[in-house]
C-alpha cells in the first residue's frame, strides 16, 4: 500500500522550498519512506511526540519548531 502526502497550506509548502538543497534532499528521501510505510514508519526516521503529532527524522525538533508543529496541527484539527 502506498500513501499521499498533503501539506496543510501553502505557507508550508513555501518554507520547505526554502530549504538548503541538502536538507531538501533529506526530507525527500524522508517523504518518500513515509507515503510507503505511511504511520508504520517509526524511528529511526519517524517517532511519536504526542497528541497524534509526529516529526520525521531525529533528533527532536527546537522547541520553537515543536510549537509550531503543534500550533500547525490544532489548526488543521480546528479550522
Request: charged fraction near 30%.
Amino acid at each position: 500500500m502506498t500513501y499521499e502526502l498533503e501539506y496543510f497550506n501553502l505557507r508550508t509548502k513555501e518554507e520547505i522550498i526554502s530549504w538548503p538543497k541538502s536538507i531538501k534532499m533529506d526530507y525527500a528521501r524522508l517523504v518518500e519512506l513515509l507515503i510507503e510505510f505511511g504511520p508504520d514508519l517509526r524511528m529511526p526516521n519517524s517517532r511519536a511526540l504526542g497528541e497524534g503529532l509526529f516529526e520525521l527524522s531525529p533528533p527532536s525538533p527546537p522547541q520553537k519548531d515543536l510549537k509550531r508543529a503543534y500550533k500547525r496541527m490544532n489548526e488543521v484539527n480546528n479550522g
